[in-house]
């Protein structure tokens, strides 16, 4: 299905703006045209409209007063200015204006019209990049970073006081916690959002690969190098790379790194150039990097200086009572993908669920919630549609860790949402085994927001 575009044509000479009109019209563009500006400001209020093509003398408002209520109207809007006046001095002020092009009467068709489909097209791909960056956004805002629990409140307030500053991060945590995104939540969350965010796996590449993957490399510099390339420092420029599994990278390779965050310049493989970069450093692992220190295998300078801020992504054994909510929002999320929607927990699966540690913490649980919604033959996912060390794991724990110094009111709170939850939602028996009328109780979910 062909996409039309409404384009307008002002020009205060009938015969001018009713020929680009009968010119430029066809299935893929309609046209409408003004004889002031006045009469194209009216017309933009009653339609949507992708491109304007102006003329810049005329009567009352001109084409470049025009054009400035244009771009303040929407400056995604692309404006062509066409006169018959041409000076180089005019030229250049439309285009600071912000016009997408110049052209002089008379007007060549052929010419306009392949200005034409160039400006629809780059509107076309800034509004499709406006759209992916908002995506982008949208998925790594903290509303999408799950969990109520105190250690990913920690988590939360850190992220959001370090992520308007340049500041290194080292984030560590065990595989699967969700390292990768934290730091997406950090770049998307500072100045440097809509510049590059660039993700590399150190643990993946052998020493001399990384230093080409990161460095970049000139023509020659080793056997298969046939020509200059790139590397994720220079890609990165404005943005923020990250770097995962850091502590898996050899000591030579981390002198190099050192001089990279010291003096934001590097040389690329094989040159002798020092290319400058404007990058924020984040970097993670799954190991104990300060017994990497003091073993000798990473080095302690290097650590300080990725250490700035350090946050700890604790592992899902330690924060149980995220489960249910993770387990909601997987349950949304695969149920729309593979069209089973409805799909719900049985009351024995969610303290299964609890009950399990989760060696493979929220990146397990994922799959495993995946799993459940493409084997579930009904609308319900009993324990038998979890995997065997899940659906016979130990009862669920009837205990909770309580930091000292937690405030009384989120001790009731907790304290009574495991509970209703351990009983798989039964209100009256936690009524019971927490010594309180049911009434009180209905009245203290209220008041915590419990469901």
């Not at 990497?292 to 350090?310: P, W």
């Not at 060696?359 to 319900?380: C, W």
């Not at 009384?408 to 495991?418: D, F, L, P």
């Amino acid at each position: 299905m062909t996409v039309q575009h409404q384009i307008l044509v002002v020009d205060d000479e009938k015969n001018a703006r009713e020929g680009l009109k009968w010119a430029l019209e066809n299935n893929a563009q309609k046209v409408g045209t003004a004889a002031n500006a006045d009469e194209a400001l009216e017309y933009m209020r009653a339609h949507s409209v992708d491109l304007v093509i102006t003329d810049l003398k005329m009567p009352g408002m001109d084409g470049l007063a025009l054009l400035k209520q244009i771009k303040a109207i929407d400056p995604g809007i692309g404006v062509i200015v066409i006169t018959a006046h041409s000076t180089i001095e005019t030229a250049v002020e439309a285009m600071r204006e912000g016009a997408y092009d110049y052209q002089t009467k008379p007007v060549r068709l052929d010419e306009l019209k392949l200005v034409i489909e160039r400006a629809l097209k780059s509107q076309h791909l800034e509004k499709e990049n406006e759209r992916l960056h908002r995506a982008v956004e949208d998925r790594y805002g903290f509303q999408n970073i799950i969990g109520k629990s105190q250690a990913m409140e920690d988590v939360f307030r850190t992220v959001r006081q370090v992520a308007p500053t340049r500041a290194t991060v080292l984030i560590q945590g065990e595989s699967g916690t969700g390292k990768e995104l934290i730091a997406n939540a950090i770049h998307f969350n500072s100045p440097r959002a809509r510049e590059p965010f660039i993700a590399v796996n150190c643990g993946a590449l052998a020493t001399s690969l990384l230093e080409s993957e990161l460095f970049g490399h000139e023509k020659g510099a080793f056997t298969g190098a046939v020509s200059a390339r790139a590397g994720r420092f220079e890609l990165a420029d404005g943005g923020t790379i990250f770097l995962d599994e850091i502590a898996e990278t050899t000591p030579e390779f981390q002198v190099k790194l050192l001089r990279v965050l010291q003096e934001q310049n590097f040389e690329r493989v094989g040159g002798s150039q020092l290319r400058e970069v404007d990058i924020r450093v984040i970097a993670a692992t799954n190991k104990n990097i300060e017994e990497a220190v003091a073993n000798g295998s990473f080095r302690e300078d290097l650590f300080y200086r990725l250490n700035v801020v350090n946050i700890q992504m604790p592992p899902l054994r330690d924060r149980n009572e995220d489960v249910p909510m993770l387990v909601a929002a997987f349950l949304d999320e695969f149920c729309e993908q593979y069209g089973k929607k409805g799909i719900r927990l049985s009351p024995k699966t969610m303290p299964r669920l609890q009950a399990y540690d989760w060696p493979g913490n929220v990146r397990q649980l994922r799959n495993v919630i995946e799993g459940a919604v493409v084997m579930a033959s009904g609308k319900e996912i009993s324990p038998k549609n979890l995997p065997e060390s899940i659906s016979k794991s130990d009862s669920p724990k009837e205990s909770l860790s309580i930091r000292l110094g937690t405030p009384m009111a989120e001790i009731e709170h907790e304290v009574i949402r495991a509970t209703l939850t351990h009983l798989g939602g039964n209100r009256a028996e936690t009524a019971r085994r927490l010594g309180i009328g049911r009434k009180t109780l209905y009245r203290k979910l209220e008041t915590y927001g419990i469901e």
